[in-house]
């Protein structure tokens, strides 16, 4: 029901843009966030947005680059990276869930399947 797309290799202060694809229900009344992994950490809440109304919410290490924006009318949510660093190399999940102001994993009912992102110094 989530699809995301758009991960690949980058240099150091590239930008990227992911994708999250919405299928199968009505997600409106949900927020949709980003969260990123690294092997052997925990996942890692990046960003998330109201679908409803647009408002959003970063992690400090990610406010002043990344944006996360939602097109209605393609039911898609959108993570713009921009001033890749080496250190935001994961895996990136887009997720929906209940409850807007929350940077927990376990609070987020739906996960997409993850995409690669590589950022090389």
């Known amino acids: 029901q989530l699809q995301a797309s758009g991960g690949g290799l980058v240099q150091a202060g590239a930008s990227l843009r992911l994708s999250c694809a919405a299928s199968?229900?009505?997600?409106?009344?949900?927020?949709m966030a980003w969260f990123r992994q690294v092997p052997g950490k925990e996942r890692e809440f990046v960003g998330a947005?109201?679908?409803?109304?647009?408002?959003?919410h970063y992690a400090d290490s990610v406010e002043d680059r990344f944006t996360i924006s939602r097109d209605n009318a393609k039911n898609t949510v959108y993570l713009q990276m921009n001033s890749l660093e080496p250190e935001d190399t994961a895996v990136y999940y887009c997720?929906?869930?209940?409850?807007?102001?929350?940077?927990?994993?376990?609070?987020?009912?739906?996960w997409g399947q993850g995409t690669q992102v590589t950022v090389s110094s």
């Open positions: 997720a929906a869930g209940r409850w807007f102001g929350s940077r927990s994993p376990s609070n987020f009912d739906y």
């Open positions: 199968g229900r009505t997600f409106g009344f949900y927020a």
């Open positions: 947005v109201q679908w409803s109304s647009g408002s959003t």
